[in-house]
């Protein structure tokens, strides 16, 4: 595999995949910004299709509706060439969403411990599934083996957004 600003007819697609407060979105644009390629929140594009927040979508439809606006929302990114899409903490969990992905790009989960995780998310708002940090480590628990099955794995608790972004592309190219 070949990626970044020089390669050649390069029509790849990378995912970052782990839980709320990984750094998905922050590595992903530093990722992105490191290859020249585009950058898409998984979240964001659910919210422009439904024209609501996150939030709303969980306040007015529930997570069920949630997640089928999710895996409609990864089956349009199989048209995407030279992106680097940030998934949603949930998104890899289903086993339907780990075989489209599998099918269309490379999934990076963004292995990052959980007490740093807490840290980043406490006290946010934005996110609907948030409760008390023993619930959020049970959740976190509970998800790792969905996140192991990605494609490559990197620690992401203690390197700079940059850092990651040259080691997930050392990765890719060897
Ligand atoms: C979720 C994580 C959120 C968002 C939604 C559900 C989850 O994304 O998709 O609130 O189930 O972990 P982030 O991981 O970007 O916070």
Redesign the pocket.
């Known amino acids: 595999m070949n990626v970044g600003p020089n390669s050649e007819l390069d029509d790849t697609l990378i995912f970052l995949v782990g839980f ?1 407060g990984a750094g ?2 922050t590595v992903g644009r530093a990722l992105a910004r490191h290859l020249r390629y585009a950058f898409f929140d998984l ?1 964001e594009l659910i919210s422009a299709r439904a024209g609501k927040s ?1 939030q709303e979508i969980f306040a007015d439809f529930g997570e069920a509706e949630f997640r089928s606006l999710e895996s409609a929302a990864i089956d349009s990114c199989r048209h995407m060439v030279r992106s680097v899409v940030a998934l ?3 998104a890899y969990v289903s086993e339907e969403n780990r075989v489209s992905l599998r099918a269309i790009g490379k999934t990076i989960w963004l292995d990052c411990p959980i007490e740093i995780c807490l840290k980043r998310i406490s006290g946010d708002k934005s ?3 948030l409760r008390d940090d023993d619930n959020m480590r049970a959740l976190f628990v509970r998800r790792r083996a969905a996140y192991a099955e990605a494609d490559y794995a990197v620690q992401a608790g203690e390197l700079s957004p940059e850092e990651l972004a040259i080691e997930i592309t050392t990765i890719l190219n060897s």
């Open positions: 709320m998905k979105t979240d996150v949603g903490g949930g996110r609907p599934l």
